[in-house]
């Protein structure tokens, strides 16, 4: 029962580098998601995607860009990392239809030094 | 601009006692209500929900309330356990939403 895989758990970059986060899910879900929580600010919505091909802004888009080429996977890319972008990262998935709750991996924690 | 909000960041209660977390929401579109728990180092998951055709909903210890003219929603856990402790959010959405909008959590602790 893998659910929704993240990698990696933890990264420390340094300004300016770029890098993916990696998300993975085996349930055949074709929404996903992308949210980054900072402390006492909840989680926000970077981008999500509603099928392969789809992809679409959230609330903190800026400084991020997805892609969903396949049904299964959902890579986070970060360009020109910023310390504003230090933040424990999420990513969910859930069925189309419906009002099906998320199912979120265990998180990726970046800190940009 | 934050659509959902849990004003108060953490609650402390005693164990066997009602914990009482409360939610509170500005978008009138909100039909659909969901409370999240999250341990640390863990992703959230899901714990319960309502739609907006029902005012109560329960499922073991976890009873979650709401009013809608209020725009106001809580979880009660009755009784509470050292389990318990934890980060909840709450979370909403409208119809053909694709979204849900969080809240910034509230953080429980039960006392042996």
């Known amino acids: 029962n893998a659910g929704v895989t993240q990698t990696p758990k933890f990264r420390i970059l340094k300004i300016g580098q770029s890098m993916t986060l990696q998300c993975a899910q085996d349930?055949?879900?074709?929404?996903m998601y992308w949210y980054r929580q900072d402390p006492g600010m909840g989680l926000k919505l970077i981008y999500y995607?509603?099928?392969?091909?789809?992809?679409d802004k959230g609330e903190v888009p800026n400084g991020y860009n997805v892609s969903r080429s396949t049904t299964e996977y959902f890579p986070l890319r970060l360009e020109l990392a910023a310390p504003s972008q230090t933040s424990v990262y999420f990513c969910?998935?859930?069925?189309?239809?419906?009002?099906?709750?998320?199912?979120f991996g265990e998180g990726s924690r970046l800190t940009v030094l | 601009d934050q659509q959902v909000k849990q004003n108060s960041p953490s609650l402390s209660v005693q164990e066997g006692r009602i914990s009482i977390l409360n939610c509170d929401y500005t978008?009138?579109?909100?039909?659909?209500f969901l409370w999240y728990k999250k341990y640390p180092a863990e992703g959230p998951t899901f714990l319960i929900s309502?739609?907006?055709?029902?005012d109560k909903n329960e499922d073991g210890r976890f009873t979650v309330f709401l009013n809608k003219s209020a725009k106001h929603l809580s979880l009660h856990i009755v009784p509470s356990q050292p389990g318990d402790s934890a980060v909840y959010f709450c979370?909403?959405?409208?119809?053909?939403?694709?979204?849900?909008?969080f809240g910034a959590g509230t953080t429980v602790t039960v006392r042996a």
């Open positions: 969910a998935s859930r069925l189309a239809g419906g009002r099906g709750e998320l199912f």
């Open positions: 349930m055949n879900h074709n929404y």
């Open positions: 995607s509603v099928g392969a091909g789809i992809t």
């Open positions: 978008n009138s579109m909100f039909d659909y």
């Open positions: 309502i739609s907006s055709i029902k």
């Open positions: 979370a909403a959405s409208g119809s053909n939403d694709y979204k849900l909008s």
